[in-house]
């Protein structure tokens, strides 16, 4: 099984390593074992043009140091078409890993996934627009909240800012278009749909999206080992808490600073 | 110890940044203008990504407790010692219990001050630079305020220096930035992709550290496909549903999902931290080649300055 995929410049400092198939574990699994493969690589010095790496849904966009261009036979070729020589070895690379039997498997071998549990209150002052949503999709609060704590969304990747998670799996009977006026400040933790996507605001932020509840999770501590809660290819399931276990839980975080998750393999 | 007297627009701690944190949506951040950054560390005999204050707009008004040189580059404000004339790109020396003014705004946007001394900052995943849109990294993940006190060590007395002319920056509020195509440009009729670069774009007062926003010709994005959501580098040229392009900057997004017309190059992006509203700023496509011989060539002329130095 060799899969295509072709390279993409993102500006003069990146390419973009694009796979044209619909987003999906199989292929972030792809993804993701292609950047575990680079990252082995750069530790070996492999790779000293390499900035860094960063995956999506359909691509992984590797970053570069102009400067430090190097070509497959290992010399700097500063001085001839260092471009061109650096996009050959970029794809003989990658499709030498594509051929690899266990490229999908290495994503999960270095790190096994996990399932993250977010506790989200859903409960009035929490779930702004959850009315609003009711009404869009015809469905009931409890229906609602039901379709959106069942899944075990899939962790594509972390990006737009610290922490925010995008998801995949969320139910089609739930699909809310976003806000056509933003809300100006989006509460820290606010859990949201858009469109097709649902997710949680890391920050206080102005946000489209409508809300349906909180979490009283820190999403985002640069001062823990792991700032962030889950990985890509993690799963994640909301939790529904009460506003009094929320308070609670929210208290906790204040002292501690630490995010209560529940792992579960 | 500097106290912040008066904290102007917006003054903060920064450095080159944090990179390598993209993939956990954590941006880059670190001075809008590295250029400047450099040309005042390089005064002062600092590393060239030694961290500094970013003031822009509306300066600051700052006390000193301690004696040592200082250095701005960048922007030029009407800048006071004492209430003396003191300038940009040379050594100032300063005393205990002096106070330097800013000043209105001549010209530029982001003035970087370059201490001769360390801040006595917390380094958050390796870098003093305050991410503003989150609010952590510098001085409690913020703009300074008055009466902030940021406490210095190794401060010293560096010796007098002043950059050559042709080192000095100048600003014109109307530069030619040079791009390269991005990925979803062939999507755009020609006409359109045409009227991009002949348009003179103004910089709009929505613009600020995580992207610049441009206002000009409504481009027609009624051809452009629908983008899955992927890595946003700074100097990308976006264009959203409304037609109107936006610069990613330094704390911008690290993933977004509108087309990407055009990249500003990377040895370009320091202008980008000089822009203000009102400004005007064209396009030049050139190619990928062109794009890192620039970027080489803008190098070794801050690496000969280096050479020329003591």
Not at chain 1, 102 to 124: F, H, K
Not at chain 2, 137 to 163: P, T, V, Y
Not at chain 2, 270 to 282: C, F, P
């Amino acid at each position: 099984m060799s899969k295509s995929f072709s390279l993409q410049l993102n500006g003069d400092s990146a390419v973009d390593i694009r796979f044209d198939e619909d987003p999906s574990e199989p292929l972030s699994k792809i993804i993701i074992g292609l950047q575990r493969s680079f990252e082995s690589a750069i530790a070996d010095n492999q790779w000293p043009e390499i900035r860094e790496l960063i995956p999506a849904y359909q691509c992984l966009t590797l970053c570069y140091d102009p400067l430090l261009l190097t070509s497959a036979d290992g010399v700097s070729t500063a001085k001839l078409r260092p471009s061109l020589s650096f996009m050959e070895k970029l794809r003989g690379f990658v499709q030498q890993k594509l051929s690899t039997k266990n490229l999908t498997d290495l994503a999960i071998q270095i790190r096994t996934p996990e399932l993250v549990q977010i506790p989200v209150c859903y409960e009035n002052e929490y779930a702004t627009d959850l009315d609003d949503v009711c009404a869009h999709t015809g469905l009931s609060r409890e229906k609602v909240i039901a379709l959106h704590s069942a899944p075990k969304y899939l962790v594509y990747m972390l990006g737009f800012s610290p922490g925010f998670l995008y998801l995949g799996g969320l139910h089609q009977k739930i699909h809310c278009p976003r806000k056509q006026h933003p809300t100006l400040r989006v509460a820290a933790g606010s859990v949201g749909i858009g469109g097709a996507q649902t997710g949680i605001y890391p920050q206080a932020t102005p946000g489209g999206w409508q809300i349906i509840g909180r979490t009283p999770l820190t999403l985002f501590n640069p001062l823990r080992e792991y700032p962030f809660v889950a990985h890509p290819l993690d799963r994640i399931q909301f939790v529904p808490i009460t506003a009094s276990e929320f308070t609670a839980l929210k208290r906790e975080n204040t002292n501690h600073l630490l995010a209560v998750t529940t792992r579960k393999k | 110890m500097l106290r912040v007297v008066k904290a102007g627009l917006q003054t903060s701690i920064q450095d080159a940044g944090r990179p390598g944190w993209m993939r956990y949506g954590i941006a880059r951040g670190g001075v809008a203008d590295p250029v400047a950054m450099m040309l005042a560390n390089k005064l002062l005999g600092n590393p060239p990504a030694h961290p500094c204050l970013e003031i822009a707009l509306t300066g600051p008004d700052i006390e000193f407790e301690c004696d040592l040189s200082i250095a701005v580059c960048g922007a030029r404000f009407a800048m006071k010692l004492n209430g003396q004339e003191v300038e940009n790109d040379s050594v100032i020396q300063v005393k205990k219990g002096d106070q330097l003014g800013f000043g209105p705004l001549q010209s530029g946007a982001r003035a970087y001050l370059a201490l001769a001394a360390d801040m006595q900052i917390t380094s958050v995943f390796g870098s003093q630079s305050t991410h503003l849109q989150t609010g952590f990294g510098g001085l409690h993940g913020r703009a300074l305020k008055a009466g902030d006190e940021i406490q210095l060590c190794n401060n010293h007395q560096s010796r007098g220096s002043r950059l050559p002319d042709k080192y000095r920056l100048r600003y014109t509020g109307r530069p030619q930035l040079r791009v390269i195509a991005g990925a979803e440009a062939s999507y755009l009729s020609q006409s359109t992709r045409a009227e991009f670069y002949r348009t003179t774009f103004e910089v709009t007062p929505q613009s600020n550290r995580m992207g610049i926003r441009l206002k000009g010709a409504v481009l027609d994005t009624s051809t452009l496909p629908q983008m899955t959501s992927s890595g946003l580098r700074p100097g990308t040229i976006q264009v959203p549903p409304g037609g109107q392009p936006i610069i990613a900057f330094v704390e911008g997004q690290t993933i977004g999902g509108y087309p990407r017309l055009a990249h500003v190059i990377e040895a370009d992006q320091h202008i980008l931290g000089q822009l203000k509203a009102r400004d005007r700023a064209n396009f030049e496509l050139i190619e990928l080649e062109d794009a890192h011989r620039i970027q080489r060539e803008k190098l070794n002329r801050l690496q000969s300055l280096q050479q020329t130095q003591p």
